[in-house]
């Protein structure tokens, strides 16, 4: 029998025909995206924004607006509309980007600017271009806030660093700076349909009957844990996620990935209780072997079950060698993508569909540059009370001090517990008792 990746390959030269150029494959990472907002009653994709706050009166929207559409003519990825055609997901390639700076409505009496960009970025159109600037005055501040909003499916972690210097870069330019010429745009866009290619042939080298033997064995025992969501239990007037942060001293070189996820082990005991096995997904991998570093979403999504009880191995501090084990097996089989790992599992009997009770994405500090425009260098900032995709969501910077958030559903999981959870996770990456205040 064809592998997933294998017959989605066949579909979709079939669909695109001569239209290679304006239809293009999407990875297993991409193809998670988009199914997942196919199956959202709201169409809702993610996003992952960025923002940046500037003294006010340093931001020219005309010349940002010139700077951003230079930039997303430069990637194949951010000129491109993720779409389902005939039920296959492709990116449809935009001869011309259209990335405007949009100024949202005023704030209303008693709002704040980032209530102002929370109902920009609700209001997002799936129809409309994957790359987006908004600009929001701060008066209180006297400062503008800019957010830099990216569609998930068509950007993942490792190129945003890459699209904030670009942005800068694009800026510093002369406000009449050409677009690519169109033979630079096809150079690109071929290279970009060749790292989507390696990224496919990598899949489907990966789907074997031995790797889909060992995840139905691996993830055999998770089951969704999460409560599902109650609309009604968010207070009035409420943001729908809540947030908690923390800054904590570093670690000697910094807490492995696998001492992570034993620390969110912590949190998923306090949100979903003891002896539970429950689905921790991460973003891992990258662009394959030879292919031109191009901007686009090539992170696979993995899944830990993360067992919250007291076995062995699973002693209360993090890093663990039961855990370590674990995850270096699982890194063995990562190219296999998320859709045909779930089919592996459901196949074996498993009543896990896919859902994720919590996400953990980590970042080097280093590889997290300022946004400069013309000389000025932009303060990132959060704006919390988003909607989030899963139930619970950490993020982690490690650095000369780890920064820690968590976010969460209020529709799924209360305050109280939530901040339990952030009270354990936080307890579990301390190195000893000296918290950076």
């Not at 899963?390 to 209360?414: H, K, N």
């Amino acid at each position: 029998m064809l592998s997933i990746t294998s017959q989605y390959l066949a579909r979709y030269r079939r669909l695109a025909g001569d239209r290679s150029d304006t239809l293009l494959p999407v990875t297993g990472a991409q193809r998670r995206f988009v199914l997942v907002r196919a199956l959202d009653p709201t169409g809702r994709p993610d996003l992952v924004p960025m923002f940046f706050a500037f003294p006010s009166g340093t931001i020219d929207p005309e010349r940002l607006h010139a700077a951003a559409r230079r930039l997303a003519a430069r990637h194949t990825a951010l000129r491109s509309r993720p779409t389902v055609v005939r039920g296959i997901p492709v990116l449809s390639v935009a001869a011309d980007p259209d990335v405007g700076v949009t100024r949202p409505a005023a704030p209303e009496p008693g709002e704040s600017p980032a209530d102002a960009l929370r109902r920009a970025l609700a209001s997002w159109d799936a129809q409309g271009p994957s790359l987006r600037l908004f600009l929001v005055p701060d008066e209180e501040r006297e400062e503008d806030v800019l957010a830099v909003v990216l569609d998930h499916a068509v950007c993942d972690g490792r190129s945003l660093a890459r699209i904030v210097d670009e942005l800068g870069a694009a800026y510093a330019e002369e406000a009449a700076g050409s677009l690519p010429a169109p033979g630079e745009a096809q150079a690109e866009l071929d290279a970009y349909r060749d790292a989507v290619l390696g990224q496919l042939a990598a899949e489907e080298k990966a789907e074997t009957p031995e790797a889909a033997a060992y995840w139905a064995d691996r993830l055999r025992t998770l089951h969704t844990h999460a409560p599902p969501p109650r609309p009604a239990r968010v207070p009035r007037g409420a943001n729908p996620s809540g947030a908690a942060q923390a800054r904590l001293a570093a670690h000697d070189g910094g807490v492995s990935f696998p001492g992570l996820l034993d620390a969110c082990r912590s949190a998923a005991r306090e949100l979903y209780g003891p002896d539970r096995a429950v689905p921790l997904g991460y973003p891992w991998g990258g662009r394959p072997a030879g292919a031109e570093p191009v901007v686009g979403c090539f992170l696979n999504t993995l899944v830990f079950p993360v067992d919250t009880g007291h076995g062995p191995g699973q002693g209360p501090g993090p890093g663990s060698e039961a855990t370590a084990d674990a995850w270096w097996d699982d890194l063995d089989r990562a190219d296999v993508p998320f859709d045909a790992v779930v089919a592996a599992v459901r196949s074996a009997g498993s009543g896990w569909t896919g859902g994720l009770d919590g996400l953990l994405t980590v970042d080097d500090d280093t590889r997290r540059p300022p946004l400069v425009l013309d000389g000025v260098e932009g303060r990132e900032v959060h704006v919390d009370g988003r909607p989030v995709r899963g139930p619970f969501a950490v993020s982690v910077t490690q650095g000369a001090e780890i920064r820690l958030r968590m976010v969460w559903d209020r529709a799924v999981l209360d305050d109280e517990t939530a901040h339990r959870a952030f009270d354990a996770l936080t307890q579990a990456l301390r190195p000893s008792d000296h918290a950076v205040q």
